[in-house]
């Protein structure tokens, strides 16, 4: 069982608080260095087990997805909310990628992107080096987590279907977790944040 399965299944009262679970996409296919891998699929196992993870969370209160709009994103909230087995609304938004809130400017973020990957380029923010087009820990603090604030419900958890390079400079900005090469953000796994 992942990470944020777990933690939805054991956590007491969570349909009854502000939870946005920030996750990251089904599997896909490797992205070499050097891609960016946008138009990457996910592919059928990663959509079983989108599906299956959907399941697994059918009985919580799932108030709605929010997904970014890279297909594979979309294709995976598609695949939860098939999982589900309920009309759960999904939406589409760029906070969570195209190009996301840890990104200040696509095009100088992306060249750092290109040539260090997201793990390489999360490295650096974790020591706190400055890149150009990366957003700094102080606005993930601020306006990233407000915006993600103001997508919870009081009653009812939010899905938010993003990458593994956002989770990973939003969990580190916001001190709820630091990943690293050694233990990066796997397929359908991520943080849970209380928005209270």
């Given at each position: 069982?992942?990470?944020?399965?777990?933690?939805?299944k054991t956590t007491n009262n969570i349909s009854g608080r502000k939870i946005a679970v920030l996750m990251r996409h089904a599997e896909r296919e490797r992205i070499h260095q050097g891609e960016f891998g946008n138009d990457f699929p996910i592919t059928e196992g990663g959509a079983r087990m989108a599906f299956e993870f959907g399941t697994n969370i059918?009985?919580?209160?799932?108030a709605k997805i929010i997904s970014s709009p890279i297909p594979r994103c979309v294709q995976t909230a598609e695949a939860i909310r098939k999982g589900i087995g309920r009309e759960v609304e999904i939406i589409t938004d760029n906070h969570l990628g195209d190009p996301g809130f840890h990104i200040s400017d696509a095009e100088k973020a992306g060249k750092y992107y290109l040539e260090f990957g997201a793990k390489g380029v999360s490295e650096k923010f974790v020591n706190g080096e400055s890149m150009a087009?990366?957003?700094?820990?102080?606005?993930?603090?601020?306006?990233?987590?407000d915006w993600l604030k103001s997508q919870t419900y009081d009653n009812g958890i939010i899905i938010l279907v993003t990458h593994d390079a956002l989770i990973s400079h939003f969990a580190y900005a916001n001190g709820i977790k630091?990943?690293?090469?050694?233990?990066?953000?796997?397929?359908?796994?991520g943080i849970i944040v209380e928005c209270i």
């Amino acid at each position: 069982m992942n990470t944020i399965l777990q933690q939805l299944k054991t956590t007491n009262n969570i349909s009854g608080r502000k939870i946005a679970v920030l996750m990251r996409h089904a599997e896909r296919e490797r992205i070499h260095q050097g891609e960016f891998g946008n138009d990457f699929p996910i592919t059928e196992g990663g959509a079983r087990m989108a599906f299956e993870f959907g399941t697994n969370i059918s009985g919580l209160s799932i108030a709605k997805i929010i997904s970014s709009p890279i297909p594979r994103c979309v294709q995976t909230a598609e695949a939860i909310r098939k999982g589900i087995g309920r009309e759960v609304e999904i939406i589409t938004d760029n906070h969570l990628g195209d190009p996301g809130f840890h990104i200040s400017d696509a095009e100088k973020a992306g060249k750092y992107y290109l040539e260090f990957g997201a793990k390489g380029v999360s490295e650096k923010f974790v020591n706190g080096e400055s890149m150009a087009g990366i957003s700094s820990a102080e606005y993930l603090r601020t306006k990233a987590f407000d915006w993600l604030k103001s997508q919870t419900y009081d009653n009812g958890i939010i899905i938010l279907v993003t990458h593994d390079a956002l989770i990973s400079h939003f969990a580190y900005a916001n001190g709820i977790k630091t990943y690293s090469k050694d233990n990066w953000v796997n397929f359908l796994d991520g943080i849970i944040v209380e928005c209270i």
